[in-house]
Every structure is written in structure tokens, then in C-alpha cells.
């Protein structure tokens, strides 16, 4: 038996005539993509790349599954290639960059879906301590209010430790040109509040999600449940009746707010119940200590596109946190994917390549780059 450091001798040997001869293969396939841009050929042809691995693995005994994916691979480095020099390089992302200090500053007016005493308002009122706070009815107001400059900033929750992703606001961040500027996390404490005693208590009223995150302090009590608009209005409809039997689910803010007492603190099933708010611009702007990129997409309805766009990230070096689909509307059966990626456009490397990748996609935007704890 040969020693294995004469082994890795001709290990090393073998790889410097490999690297040579994939040097000579990629000025080949430099090339071609020159033949294809002159005469706007597309560069996938299905056939011809089976027809490459039939023709390598023809005759071959030993190896022949590790010979087939040596050259599926090959042929997959050559074609992402050629679709970078093919490609139309998209515009650098233009942002304003400053400090977070600056951003809070230079927001006057900011906006929220609820009334007083929602936990959209608690997060405003805690971020912007000198803004003006405007409440809308729906999410759809606040992105409609950004858009035409009636606020500077909107307020909307993104997604909840227990109850997931907000799929409303998603489908938002792509019906309107907004960006998000900025995202906090707020610790949701959910409250039982009432006009009366806890004793009186016999129904609760709550969001759908206020009552959910409460369930089990609602199943031991034996308490009849309530739907309302968000845990805000709840509140504000229980001291509006004056009828002590019924309470709210909602923030300890709303006690003050509408003269109610606390009959119970911290009754949601978990203690480390969050919900992360992001802040939505019209314009892009990049925060000090910005680390997260949010990036939607649309795909070619083809094999293997999500994992050729996933695959790319991940060699270039980025991790991705987080993908959502979401189906377009009036497009059956297509979708459009949300992902966030550990990066900061501020570095020269990842602008550049953030800047290239549109051949990978039919379509796609960057929606902010940010903090994200």
C-alpha cells in the first residue's frame, strides 16, 4: 500500500492540471457567451447539456454517478456565467444613508393601523417620542398615507412569535413602492382590563390573535369570547358599555387610556410573546449598524429556479433568516417569495453583487436594508 503522502502528491499534481484545464474550459465558455450576446441565443439548452452527461459517463464502469455530477456541476458554473455577462445589470440601490438618531429626528408625522392604546401606537409613541401620531383604520392606510407623503414613516407589524408572519403587510410591501427604513421588536404583554373586578368577569373581547395568544387563561376562567377590530378598540368598547362583566385583552397602555382597571397582567400562554414592527419610508434610507436585507422575487415557473436563486446566495456567502411566499393576485398558481439576508449594502462587495443578480429573477426588489435583531 503507497503512503498517503505520496498519495496527496499526485492529488496535488492532478488538482493543478485540473485547475489548468478549467481555466482553458472557462476562456471557452467566455466565448461562447460573446456568440450567444452577438447572436442573443439563450443560454440553457437542455438537451445538449443531457447529451454532455450521456457522452461522459458512456463506457465508464467505476464512478460513473460521481463522473455525472462532476460535469452537471461544471455545466451549471458555466451557465451561471454566462447569465452574469449575459445579464442586464440592475442600478446600484440609491439610499440616504444616517444615523438612527437623524431618522428619528426628521420624522414629524407618523402613521399606524388601530386607535389609541394599540400595541402599533405603543410602538409609535415609543420609538417617535416627539412625532405627530396619526391612527388609520387599516394597513392598507398607513402604506396608502407613506406613498403620498401625508406621513413621513409608517408603523406596522411584520410578523409574531407565536402567531407568524402578518401576510397582509407582506402583499403590501409589494402593492406599493415603500421601503422599510427600520424594525423593533415589542414585547407584548397582554392584559385583562375591565370596569369592574376580575370576579364580575364572564366574557373577554379581543383581536382574533389577542384571543388566541390568551387561550388558555380564557379556557381556565371559562370565559365567553368576543371578536373585536384590534385589542385597542376592545378596550375602548369595554369602557364605552360600562358593563363589568365583559373585559379586554389588551396592552396596560389602554387603563389610562379609557379609565379601566387591571384585573390581570401577563395572561397570554407565553411570556416571551413579540411582535416585530417594521418602519416603512418612501423613500429608501440605510440606518447606522444596518445588517439585514429584505428582498422580494418572481420566478420562472421551471425546475429548479428557487434552489439555482438559494444556491447563489449561499456560495456567494450570505446567509438568508427567512423566506415567505406569497400567490400574486390575478396570476393562478404563481408566487412571489420574500427572503431576508444577513448583509449591509454599505459594503462595497455586497452593493456590487446586489447589484448583478437580476438575471436570476423575472422580477425583484430591494425592500430595505436594515437592522434586525
Known amino acids: 500500500m503507497r503512503a498517503l503522502s505520496e498519495i496527496r502528491v499526485d492529488i ?21 457567451a460573446e456568440y ?18 450521456k457522452k461522459r459517463t458512456e463506457g465508464e464502469e467505476k464512478f460513473v454517478p460521481q463522473i455525472a455530477e462532476f460535469f452537471e456541476q461544471m455545466i451549471e458554473i458555466s451557465c451561471d456565467y454566462q447569465e452574469g455577462v449575459l445579464g442586464i445589470k440592475g442600478e446600484a440601490f ?52 407613506v406613498s403620498e407623503g401625508e406621513a413621513d414613516c409608517g408603523v406596522v407589524p411584520i410578523e409574531n412569535i407565536t402567531e407568524g408572519s402578518v401576510t397582509q403587510v407582506f402583499d403590501l410591501l409589494n402593492k406599493y413602492e ?21 370576579e364580575d368577569i364572564g366574557a373577554v373581547s379581543s383581536h382574533p390573535q389577542g384571543l388566541s395568544q390568551c387561550s388558555d387563561f380564557i379556557y381556565k376562567n371559562k370565559y365567553k369570547t368576543v371578536q373585536s377590530l384590534n385589542t385597542a378598540v376592545a378596550a375602548r368598547d369595554v369602557a364605552k358599555m360600562g358593563m363589568k362583566g365583559v373585559g379586554a385583552i389588551c396592552s396596560e397602555i389602554n387603563a389610562e387610556l379609557y379609565g379601566l382597571n387591571v384585573l390581570a397582567r401577563n395572561i397570554a400562554n407565553r411570556n416571551d410573546n413579540k411582535t416585530r414592527f417594521i418602519f416603512i419610508t418612501k ?66 462587495r455586497t452593493a456590487e453583487y446586489f447589484s448583478s443578480i437580476g438575471y436570476l429573477f423575472d422580477e425583484y426588489r430591494i425592500l430595505g436594508n436594515y437592522k434586525k435583531d
Request: net charge neutral; charged share 25%.
Open 94 to 145: 440609491k439610499y440616504t444613508p444616517m444615523t438612527e438618531k437623524e431618522f428619528q429626528n426628521g420624522v414629524k408625522k407618523v402613521c399606524h393601523q388601530g386607535i389609541k392604546g394599540s400595541y402599533s401606537y405603543e410602538q409609535s409613541v415609543k420609538y417617535f417620542k416627539d412625532a405627530e401620531i396619526m391612527s388609520v383604520h387599516a394597513f392598507e392606510d398607513v402604506f396608502k398615507a
Open 283 to 348: 423613500n429608501p434610507v440605510i440606518l447606522e449598524n444596518a445588517n439585514n436585507i429584505s428582498l422580494s422575487f418572481k420566478l420562472k415557473n421551471t425546475s429548479g429556479t428557487l434552489s439555482k436563486v438559494l444556491n447563489n446566495f449561499s456560495k456567494h456567502g450570505y446567509n438568508l433568516t427567512k423566506i415567505e411566499s406569497r400567490p400574486i393576485m390575478g396570476k393562478e398558481w404563481e408566487y412571489l417569495f420574500y427572503i431576508d439576508i444577513d448583509a449591509n449594502l454599505g459594503d462595497n
Open 178 to 198: 415603500v421601503y422599510i427604513a427600520h424594525s423593533e421588536c415589542l414585547e407584548i404583554v397582554h392584559c385583562l382590563l375591565g370596569s369592574g373586578t376580575l
Open 12 to 32: 496535488d499534481a492532478t488538482d493543478s492540471a485540473l485547475k489548468e484545464l478549467f481555466l482553458k474550459r472557462m476562456e471557452l465558455v467566455d466565448q461562447v
Open 36 to 53: 450567444k450576446r452577438e447572436n442573443m441565443s439563450p443560454v440553457r439548452h437542455k438537451e445538449r447539456e443531457a447529451q454532455i452527461i
